[in-house]
């Protein structure tokens, strides 16, 4: 009993408008508010999200989610929110050292799963959580590895419009599950957010968790 009423009396701010991270949260019993970034003159545009010149995945994942952190986090102080925990995370798809974003359409969306068919390749998933002025950033690292997939099967899945708004251009929990032979790692950590990570960054910040 007292476990859940700690619950309650605590919560986070998500600064992620992914279904996805919201879901995985409520799975756990995190209780949360969402947090937007909005652009805004007095903290300047939204995280740029455009990997730098010659910049690795690894670290990429890693400076974006801490970036989205510390950005939910000053716009607390902006808006004069209860100072509770900010929590950001960052998802990016690696082949070959090649860092695979969101597709901007179905053109781009099927060059990157030609890429992926029958390979393996590496989703890193970043966690950050802020809170005053401490950011601690954890890193989840998984394999995928694809099936071959056939120019009939990616224009299918196109079709679907699945792709939408996903680094790599798949969903996992969703139709392209079917694609994957082999994952080592975090099935969490492919959709968007590394529960077992996320829960260890929480409890560092002394936040009650399953």
Request: with cysteine; glycine share 8%; aromatic share 8%.
């Amino acid at each position: 009993m007292d476990f859940y009423m700690g619950i309650l009396q605590h919560r986070i701010y998500l600064c992620s408008q992914s279904p996805r991270r919201r879901e995985l949260l409520k799975q756990i019993g995190i209780n949360f508010h969402m947090l937007l970034l909005r652009s805004d003159p007095r903290r300047g545009l939204d995280v740029d999200e455009t990997p730098l010149d010659d910049e690795a995945a690894e670290p990429y994942v890693r400076r974006i989610c801490l970036e989205k952190a510390r950005a939910g986090s000053e716009s607390l102080r902006l808006r004069n929110l209860p100072p509770f925990p900010v929590l950001a995370a960052d998802t990016t798809v690696a082949l070959d050292g090649q860092i695979f974003g969101k597709p901007d359409n179905a053109a781009q969306a099927g060059d990157m799963l030609r890429q992926l068919s029958g390979r393996e390749h590496q989703v890193l998933s970043a966690v950050a959580v802020a809170l005053g002025n401490r950011t601690e950033v954890v890193l989840s690292a998984s394999t995928v590895r694809f099936t071959k997939l056939s120019e009939d099967r990616i224009q299918r899945y196109l079709l679907s419009g699945e792709f939408t708004d996903k680094a790599g251009a798949y969903a996992i929990q969703g139709q392209a599950g079917a694609f994957v032979e082999h994952l080592a790692g975090s099935y969490s950590g492919v959709m968007g957010l590394p529960l077992f990570e996320t829960v260890e960054l929480l409890q560092r910040f002394d936040y009650p968790t399953p």
